[in-house]
């Protein structure tokens, strides 16, 4: 009786059993799922370079273009005019400024610091987190002072009573962030400048600020959690060391974080996050507190 099927001869001429209606179904579905795991990569691929490599490309050409280059040492750090004089506001005030950081790494990142005053007081302390001496440096530069020539972004804003309220935990958490020695700043992934300024920001429960998204090193794990509530407690946080991350929150948006860089979106203050280029879309500051002076 003919087969209904072919027969497959090897090279010594044995002829081999024909293929099953079986083997011809499970060849099928491997070969599907195949062209599934290609068409799942090349889409991971495309998302990958459209939302990650294509703004850090874009983030180096502006810095080519308008780079302040070698002479950043002798760069602009005055005063941007952000803040008050201190005598003039008795009220307490609470200040969060970023800036693109120097040379070639504000392609990539920016540096974040804050500004404390208690109310009555008759000046500004700004900390910073740096990578030379003692790692937390105290009124090193204005309190509003462009970072290198680089015009700071206002980030977070309080004043008042809310702002008397946050200062005391955030004092405490200066004085007990644990990452305060000499040697202990790295650049990458953390703990860095954002590393210390989530930690002061997280030590406020319910605070509503969210540092950029290129601020490198703000999901370093400061205390050593992993995974834990955001610093709004709207949302989660979940860290690889720094390397690797996602946060969900509805102050924080949604964050994707791939060696540092994240990208995501923000529907409270709709925006895109992306690296290098930081937010496209509304300030994180509603408007009447960025226009207080």
Not at 59 to 88: E, K, V
Not at 166 to 178: G, L, S
Not at 248 to 267: F, H, R, Y
């Amino acid at each position: 009786m003919a087969t209904p099927f072919p027969a497959f001869a090897t090279r010594t001429g044995r002829a081999l059993a024909p293929l099953s209606t079986g083997g011809r179904l499970r060849k099928r579905g491997s070969h599907l799922r195949w062209r599934v795991k290609m068409q799942i990569l090349k889409t991971t691929l495309t998302l990958f370079a459209l939302f990650f490599l294509l703004p850090l490309g874009v983030s180096a050409a502006i810095y080519q273009w308008d780079g302040i280059g070698p002479a950043w040492r002798l760069a602009d750090r005055s005063s941007a005019g952000l803040l008050p004089p201190a005598a003039a506001k008795q009220e307490a005030v609470v200040r969060v400024f970023a800036a693109p950081t120097v040379r070639w790494r504000g392609i990539f990142a920016v540096h974040s610091w804050v500004v404390l005053k208690p109310e009555g007081a008759d000046a500004y302390t700004r900390y910073d987190y740096t990578a030379w001496g003692d790692p937390i440096r105290v009124n090193g530069f204005e309190a509003d002072g462009r970072w290198f020539g680089r015009l700071p972004q206002l980030v977070f804003a309080a004043d008042g009573p809310e702002a008397a309220a946050m200062i005391p935990r955030m004092q405490a958490a200066i004085a007990d962030y644990a990452w305060r020695n000499r040697g202990d700043y790295r650049v990458w992934p953390g703990p860095n400048s954002n590393t210390f300024v989530a930690a002061v920001l997280d030590a406020v429960p319910g605070v509503q600020a969210a540092l950029p998204p290129n601020a490198i090193g703000k999901d370093f794990p400061h205390d050593g959690r992993w995974l834990r509530w955001t610093g709004s407690g709207t949302g989660f946080r979940l860290t690889l060391g720094g390397y690797a991350g996602l946060t969900l929150g509805w102050v924080e948006g949604l964050e994707v974080n791939i060696l540092g860089a994240v990208a995501g979106l923000d529907l409270r203050r709709p925006a895109i996050k992306l690296p290098g280029l930081g937010r496209l879309g509304l300030d994180p500051v509603p408007e009447a507190a960025a226009a207080q002076p």
